[in-house]
């Protein structure tokens, strides 16, 4: 029993990690970002597609009418990886882990206007206090290289995509279980940052064998594992204490990039990081208590 219980947490803690490598991976690739991005999500949908067949077999048929969610959710996530693994060349991996988790905020907004869901006094609380850090995060960046701006920018905007893709996700998950709808997301998202590669013309061989292994590696550590082990943790433990924890993964990926990237963030940036941090752990907590009944990605 204890051990039944004690799986879930460590689930979590393996997810959070995996996912700290993300930046890592990107900027251990010879590649453009998301040439990175569409190698990430299209070998893991391609490991896990016999598992899909077999789920097919076993459970009933997914209505042609809800694919528009997982579709949709597929695009927001290609829109998301393309953004923050290119802002990786402009930014910190800290600062773009920390600015790309501001998600939590745009899906509180998101729900707000979209769904009215209810915001109460701790989500204005915790918007300024995300709003504050990330001004001086972005503010030292620009002050110290004028074009590390754009990076942060940059990765703010992928926080929009990656809300957007929650939000589908919140509907989608009602009608598919979320093996079969993690697999669809891989589809669709796969097949955009495809096109989306084209249309920026990056080439799809011909990287060095360190780049296929990274291409191997952070399809297997983030995408697969990082996500399967969150939604382990989504399905055994309550959402109010999940979505806090996950604020761990911009502080990892901090701590990670030192020794790993050789990233020393100065006062101000942990400064800012911290202000930031204490903002998304508010806005997640007032969001997931004030609507309990929302499903998890």
């Known amino acids: 029993m204890k051990n039944t219980k004690l799986l879930p947490y460590v689930a979590l803690g393996i997810g959070i990690l995996s996912l700290s490598f993300s930046a890592m991976f990107v900027r251990w690739a010879n590649s453009p970002g998301p040439m990175t991005g569409f190698y990430r999500l ?9 598992f899909f067949i077999q789920r097919q077999r076993h459970e009933s048929p997914i209505h042609y009418k809800v694919l528009f969610f997982p579709v949709l959710a ?21 600062n773009a882990t920390l600015l790309g988790n501001t998600a939590p905020l745009w899906v509180a907004l998101g729900a707000w206007l979209i769904f009215r869901e209810k915001l109460n ?23 110290l290289h004028p074009r590390l701006g754009i990076g942060d920018l940059m990765a703010s905007c992928a926080a ?50 360190q780049t296929w292994a990274v291409f191997l590696g952070t399809a297997i550590i983030s995408q697969t594992i990082g996500y399967f082990s969150i939604s382990y943790a989504l399905g055994h433990l309550p959402a109010h204490v999940v979505s806090p924890t996950m604020v761990g993964q911009p502080i990892m990926t901090t701590l990670l990039a030192i020794p790993l990237l050789g990233e020393i963030p100065n006062l101000i940036q942990i400064t800012g990081g911290f202000i930031a941090l204490a903002g998304i752990f508010i806005v997640n907590q007032s969001h997931t208590l004030t609507n309990p009944k929302i499903p998890n990605a």
Request: avoid cysteine.
């Open 121 to 143: 006094r701790f989500f204005l609380i915790g918007l300024t206090l995300v709003l504050t850090g990330a001004v001086l995060i972005m503010g030292s960046d620009f002050l």
């Open 160 to 209: 929009i995509f990656y809300a957007s893709y929650m939000l589908s996700t919140q509907k989608g998950r009602q009608h598919i279980d979320p093996f079969r709808y993690t697999w669809l997301v891989g589809i669709s998202a796969s097949i955009t940052m495809f096109i989306i590669n084209l249309l920026l013309h990056n080439a799809f061989l011909g990287y060095d064998p």
């Open 74 to 94: 597929g695009m927001f996530t290609a829109g998301d990886f393309s953004l923050w693994n290119s802002s990786l060349a402009f930014t910190t991996a800290a």
């Open 42 to 50: 299209f070998l893991s949908t391609l490991i896990l597609t016999p």
